[in-house]
């Protein structure tokens, strides 16, 4: 790959300059011969009144803004590599999509700058790296050279790797934060919507569908002119889960939804009797994980492990131990209730306190409570064969 060293005014790379408010459509500039944003670049994530500031103060300071690297993709036409994040900042300054702070305190957008302010800005240079190559290499350098500012996630990799039609099409619907879809997904997903989160979400869920990884399922989408299956995937998934769960609390966020929905929405589910349980557990002081609640209800409340039901503490444990040993001793049978009720050597067996499991005598899903008095002591062996019984 061949690269060549240039130097720009602003005032070049902005001439031309146009934004728009929709993510993923694109930045022009250099009288619209440089894409600003190409389509396996992040979208914009630096109007946070602090980063974007940062960059005019940095230009009125005289300070450098670093290097920036445009691939060159024909004789006329450049896109940018490394650098849209500062480029936009100063970009949007100048057509007045944000202000800054003056050293007098005053909020300043760029018209209302000093003609001398105004000048430092435009005429403050550049330095740019022009680079030749071919698409895996120019991609390949994108990954590498990003360590400047926030790294690329994975996602934003990803979208690098496998540009195209699919990766154009997917941001424009999951990376939207312009999407009012997202009031509804926001309840189930959890992440940033301009880091991609949400497609990296709706990928995982359609790719784990079909038993494959997401860059396998990308790389075979490339090309798509379309969405549909990954659109309708998801949004499937997100109205199964909406009608099994009337309530909406927050620990639904983030769950692993694709996963539950293949394992489980073919069996039905009462609204109503869900709605109950799930307001029983949430008010069970013995429930220590309400992110569990989801799968226990949809798995038949069987496994009390999704919801790391309070168990008895060493001093207990201890207790009863010293208790059912004791009674076992005198009678010349075992510690362990249910080795008693065998026919093999165990039956006599007196286990040591560290080979016993605590357990419920009345299981905690059944309503007993964890107390000494719903406490008792079994083998390992046997508490693991016990289960919720």
Known sequence: MKTTLRTYKVREIVDGFVYSELEGKGLFGLSGKLTIQPEYQRNYIYADGKRDVAVIDSLLKGYPLGLFYFNDTTEDQSEVLDGQQRI?????????????????GYHQVFSSLTPDKRTKIMESELLVYHCNGEENEIKEWFKTINIAGIPLNEQELRNAIYSGPFVTLA????????????????????????????????????????????????SAHRFDDNINELKTYFNTVIDWVSGVFRSKPPEM???????????????????????????????DDYVRKRSGIFEYILGGETDTRLLEVRVFDDATKKAVYQQQTADAKSKGTSNCPYCVMGHDASRNKIWDIKDMDADHVTAWSKGGTTNINNCQVLCKTHNRAKGNR
Not at 206 to 215: D, L, M
């Open 88 to 104: 936009t900042s100063v970009g949007r300054f100048i057509t007045g999509k944000f202000a800054i702070v003056d050293e007098n």
């Open 171 to 218: 941001k424009a619907e999951f990376s939207n934060s312009f999407n009012h879809s997202i009031q509804k997904w926001v309840t189930f997903v959890k992440g940033n919507v301009k880091r991609q989160d949400y497609l990296a979400t709706a990928l995982s869920w359609v790719a784990q569908s079909k038993g494959q990884e997401i860059e396998g399922y990308m």
């Open 253 to 283: 966020c983030g769950l692993e939804w694709g996963r539950l929905y293949e394992t489980y929405h073919q069996q039905s589910y009462d609204p109503s009797k869900v709605e109950n349980t799930v307001e029983r557990l949430y008010g």
